[in-house]
C-alpha cells in the first residue's frame, strides 16, 4: 500500500497484490493513501487517509467497517493496524469510531467500533503491536513533556509504560530475538545513557509532513522478559 497508482506495468490505485511473480490491483483500489496493511477475518485490511479511514478487501471488492472512523475532514487517517485477542485495533488521529467518541485508538469486533483508549492520553498514537503477547501503543505528547511515557502496555485494566525515560516519540516497534526494538525521534533511552541516530531523510514530494516520520536509532536495546 501507499500513494502509487501503477506497480511495475500495473495500474493500481494506492494498493496492490504479488503472486506467482506478478503483480495485481486489488478491485478499484483505495481513494487515499495507504499506511498500514493487515489480514483480519479472512480480508484484507487497508487504514490509511480516505473516507472512514479503514477498509476491507473480502476477495471480489472493498467494503467499510460499519461506520468507519472520523470524522470526515483532511488529515484524519488511520496509521497502524494489529489483530489482538480476535480484534482488529487501529491507531491514528480520528477521535470518533461508529460515530462514537475514540481517539487515537479504536478496536473493530468484526461487527461493532468500541473505544481502546479508557483515558485519553492525548498526543498521537500513530502505531500499535503485540509485545509478549500484551497490547502496547507508542507515539508522542504534544507538549513533549510526556513522550516519555511510551511505549505503553495494556494489562488488562490499565496502560502502564513499558520503555521509560525517552526523551522523543517512539513512531515503530517490534519484537526481535525476545527484545523491544523501538525507533523515534528520540536520543537517550532509560536502557542506555545515549542513542545513535541516523541521518534525518531530505525532504522529498510525497505525503503531508504529517504522515512522514524522521527516525532514530537506539544504539541498543532491552530485554523485557519477565516484565
Known amino acids: 500500500g501507499g500513494e502509487f497508482t501503477q506497480i511495475g506495468v500495473v495500474a493500481a490505485t494506492r494498493i496492490a497484490r504479488r503472486q506467482s511473480g506478478q503483480w ?11 499506511l498500514d496493511i493487515a489480514a483480519y477475518d479472512g480480508e484484507i485490511i487497508a487504514a490509511g487517509e480516505f473516507a472512514g479511514c479503514v477498509a476491507a478487501w473480502d476477495g471480489a ?3 467499510g467497517l460499519g461506520a468507519g472512523l472520523g470524522p470526515a475532514t483532511v488529515g484524519i487517517a488511520a496509521r497502524s493496524l494489529v489483530v489482538h485477542d480476535g480484534s482488529l485495533y487501529v491507531t491514528g488521529s480520528f477521535i470518533t469510531s461508529g460515530g462514537a467518541p475514540a481517539p487515537l485508538l479504536a478496536r473493530w469486533d468484526g461487527a461493532t467500533w ?3 483508549l479508557p483515558t485519553v492520553l492525548g498526543g498521537a498514537v500513530p502505531t500499535v503491536n503485540v509485545y509478549q503477547g500484551a497490547l502496547v ?3 508522542s505528547n504534544p507538549n513533549g513533556s510526556a513522550s516519555a511515557l511510551f511505549p505503553l502496555r495494556w494489562n488488562g485494566s490499565a496502560w502502564s509504560p513499558l520503555l521509560p525515560g525517552h526523551n522523543g516519540p517512539v513512531f515503530a516497534f517490534t519484537e526481535y530475538g525476545g527484545r523491544l526494538v523501538a525507533a523515534g525521534g ?8 545515549t ?3 541516523s541521518t534525518a531523510p531530505a525532504a522529498t514530494p510525497g505525503p503531508p509532513a504529517s504522515s512522514r516520520f524522521s527516525k532514530r536509532r537506539c544504539s541498543c536495546s532491552k530485554t523485557l522478559s519477565g516484565r
Open 24 to 34: 495485481y490491483a486489488l478491485g478499484g483500489g483505495i481513494a487515499g493513501t495507504v
Open 61 to 63: 471488492e472493498w467494503h
Open 114 to 116: 468500541h473505544a481502546a
Open 137 to 139: 501503543i507508542a507515539g
Open 186 to 193: 528520540f536520543t537517550v533511552s532509560a536502557s542506555c545513557a
Open 195 to 197: 542513542c545513535t541516530s
